[in-house]
């Protein structure tokens, strides 16, 4: 089984594709995708684009969805950050992105999952208002297979760096999905989790009144 997690953003999108055991769902192995503007950053599974070669940011939109779906085509299952309600930034042009990634997905049979970002950061790393920098030590420190970073600029600030921080973020996605597959599949239980971990699969939120494993997947039926 093969699934992805993703960090949408309207420049520098990153993708984790984790390819699972089909009877354990144990990471067998580790796949990337993400984008940059800057030459230097590119790399294999970085992949170079410049802002001028766009008109419109649909323009850039559809040139960067084709690789993303192209990388996702083997995948079944996908996860990726619900809305930030009241963020800041162009919000607009993220929600028309994102929408555009979802709707692809969704039509060529993906089972699509969205977490609460606090749930993400709160997973990874215990805090829900955990920063970019703090993300990356809960990186650095996992023992799980994960994507080679150590050619990618590093992260010394709260703030992030791209496409690193956007690798790491898709990582930690793709890892609370498998998480939750092995739950739905028995493999674990609930019971057996820290604390933390069981308050954010019973979790509940105005957007999202029911908790994770109570709630569908998103597919088309």
Same mark, same amino acid.
């Given at each position: 089984?093969?699934?992805?997690?993703?960090?949408?953003?309207?420049?520098?999108?990153?993708?984790?594709?984790?390819?699972?055991?089909?009877?354990?769902?144990?990471?067998?192995?580790?796949?990337?995708?993400?984008?940059?503007?800057?030459?230097?950053?590119?790399?294999?599974?970085?992949?170079?684009?410049?802002?001028?070669?766009?008109?419109?940011?649909?323009?850039?939109?559809?040139?960067?969805?084709?690789? +993303?779906? $192209?990388?996702?085509?083997?995948?079944? &299952?996908?996860? %990726? !950050?619900?809305?930030?309600?009241? /963020?800041?930034?162009?919000?607009?042009?993220?929600?028309?992105?994102?929408?555009?990634?979802?709707?692809?997905?969704f039509l060529?049979?993906?089972?699509?999952?969205?977490?609460?970002?606090?749930?993400?950061?709160?997973?990874?790393?215990?805090?829900?208002?955990?920063?970019?920098?703090?993300?990356?030590n809960a990186?650095?420190?996992?023992?799980?297979?994960?994507?080679?970073?150590?050619?990618?600029?590093?992260?010394?600030?709260?703030?992030?760096?791209?496409?690193?921080?956007? +690798?790491? $973020?898709?990582?930690?996605?793709?890892? &609370?999905?498998? %998480? !939750?597959?092995?739950?739905?599949? /028995?493999?674990?239980?609930?019971?057996?989790?820290?604390?933390?971990?069981?308050?954010?699969?019973?979790?509940?939120?105005?957007?999202?009144?029911?908790?994770?494993?109570?709630?569908?997947?998103?597919?088309?039926?």
């Amino acid at each position: 089984m093969k699934i992805a997690g993703l960090d949408i953003s309207k420049n520098a999108p990153g993708c984790v594709k984790l390819t699972l055991d089909d009877s354990t769902l144990d990471i067998t192995a580790v796949e990337f995708c993400g984008f940059t503007s800057v030459k230097k950053n590119e790399m294999s599974g970085i992949n170079f684009f410049k802002k001028d070669d766009f008109n419109f940011d649909q323009d850039k939109f559809i040139k960067l969805e084709k690789i +993303i779906f $192209d990388f996702l085509k083997d995948v079944e &299952f996908i996860a %990726l !950050e619900d809305y930030a309600y009241g /963020g800041s930034g162009d919000m607009t042009g993220l929600a028309e992105f994102t929408g555009f990634i979802k709707i692809k997905q969704f039509l060529d049979g993906k089972k699509i999952r969205k977490y609460d970002i606090p749930s993400i950061k709160v997973f990874a790393t215990g805090h829900g208002n955990s920063d970019k920098l703090s993300m990356y030590n809960a990186f650095i420190k996992e023992n799980e297979l994960k994507p080679d970073i150590s050619k990618m600029p590093a992260v010394v600030k709260g703030s992030g760096a791209s496409p690193t921080s956007d +690798i790491i $973020d898709a990582y930690w996605i793709s890892r &609370f999905l498998q %998480l !939750e597959l092995k739950l739905r599949k /028995g493999l674990i239980n609930l019971k057996s989790l820290d604390e933390t971990k069981i308050k954010l699969f019973n979790r509940t939120t105005r957007s999202s009144p029911e908790n994770i494993l109570a709630t569908d997947f998103i597919e088309k039926r």
